[in-house]
């Protein structure tokens, strides 16, 4: 295994990203609150560059106590990206698709240390 130096974690502001080339792959690391993630970029359903989507709350339905609709509302833990080619929908901590959880993106290992961030191929 090689380790691949991404930058300073103090760079990364909570929600943001950084697309990198290590050993070869395209991978998009993410930061969220003071954890990150990373995943190869490329999109599950056509490999369309995932990394590179819109970053978004996810979209919950709000229910009543019948199943009734009551609007939709954006999460407030809950954060996807967004595949620009096709709109496909990961959520950036588990990076499952938000319709089939068997769709997913492939994960890169990351690990922080010295306040730096690494990641791990």
């Known amino acids: 295994m090689a380790e691949v130096l991404v930058g300073k974690a103090s ?3 909570s929600r943001d990203r950084k697309v990198v ?3 070869g792959r395209e991978v998009g690391v993410f930061r969220l609150g ?3 993630y990373a995943w ?7 490999g369309g560059p995932v990394c590179q989507g819109r970053i978004m709350s996810r979209v919950e339905e709000i229910m009543d106590a019948d199943k009734r609709s009551l609007g939709q509302r954006f999460s407030r833990t809950r954060v996807n990206i967004v595949c620009p080619w096709h709109g496909y929908e990961y959520d950036i901590r588990t990076g499952c698709h938000q319709g089939n959880p068997e769709v997913r993106l492939k994960p890169v290992k990351v690990r922080q240390e010295g306040g730096l961030v690494y990641l791990v191929l």
Do not use: G
Request: glycine content about 0%; aromatic content about 12%.
């Open 34 to 36: 003071t954890k990150f």
């Open 21 to 23: 080339v290590a050993l």
């Open 40 to 46: 190869e970029n490329r999109c599950a359903h056509a």
């Open 11 to 13: 760079e990364f502001k």
